[in-house]
């Protein structure tokens, strides 16, 4: 698959969870592509797919059967060592829960994946860079997780996944905890950052929220409507 193809396309990709009471399928033949700069918003109810879908962009799970393709690899043969640095140089991903490391700093918070890429530490320019980006005050750059509001936690887990520089960024309900004019200020970032050419694919079940993206697409019960 050539540079102009999709940086992501899914080919039949099914997922199964096996669990004591039956196999759960969370996807059922699902096939997507998206081109490289695209602002994607996956819709539908909960439970149908959304967030399994978004993990396996993101390299956190594999498919089940199907074939998954990153920026033209084939996720299904690499080793767990390739789909770290997969993951890690290429996807940026923003959590609802935002997922910030508690006994950390703002700065220590967002280098943490520079650390664990380039092997060292300290505030580099990159770092003041995504943090002057999602418009922290400097001022907060020495507080916890704790004693940050929802709306400047979201900023700093959205500095921490600009922070590598990925090419894919995924979102997952990246508004959900926040009031919409929080939220709204963390669209227009994503937006921006769409705009600066990183394909940006997130999760939501907010129309308002949904309408920054260029395109749509809805699940139920695992497939695409």
């Known amino acids: 698959m050539n540079e102009e193809g999709p940086i992501i ?11 004591p009471a039956g196999d759960v399928v969370a996807l059922d033949h699902v096939s997507l592509d998206v081109m490289p700069g695209e602002f ?6 909960s439970g149908s797919g959304k967030s ?3 993990n396996l962009m993101g390299c956190l799970d594999t498919p089940t059967s199907g074939t998954l393709f990153i920026k033209g690899k084939d996720v299904g043969t690499l080793s767990d060592d390739e789909l770290t640095r997969l993951r890690r140089d290429h996807i940026g991903f923003i959590f609802q829960q935002f997922n910030l490391i508690p006994l950390l700093n703002v700065i220590e918070n967002v280098e943490f994946p520079r650390i664990l890429k380039e092997r060292e530490g300290g505030c580099t320019e990159r770092c003041l860079e995504v943090l002057a ?8 750059f020495s507080h916890t997780p704790a004693e940050l509001s929802g709306g400047q936690q979201q900023r700093v887990a959205i500095a921490r996944a600009l922070i590598n520089d990925p090419e894919i960024l ?3 309900e990246p508004t959900g905890n926040l009031d919409t004019k929080t939220g709204t200020g963390i669209m ?11 394909t940006v694919i997130m999760v939501t079940h907010d129309q308002n929220v949904a309408a920054y993206a260029r ?3 809805t699940i139920v019960d695992g497939r695409i409507a």
């Open 52 to 54: 399994t879908l978004l």
């Open 133 to 140: 980006a999602v418009g922290l005050e400097e001022e907060l």
């Open 170 to 172: 995924l979102a997952d």
């Open 9 to 19: 396309r899914f080919t039949g990709v099914t997922k199964v969870y096996p669990l």
């Open 40 to 45: 994607l918003a996956i819709m539908g109810p």
């Open 215 to 217: 395109r749509r697409i």
């Open 188 to 198: 227009e970032l994503l937006d921006e950052m769409n705009r600066r050419g990183r």
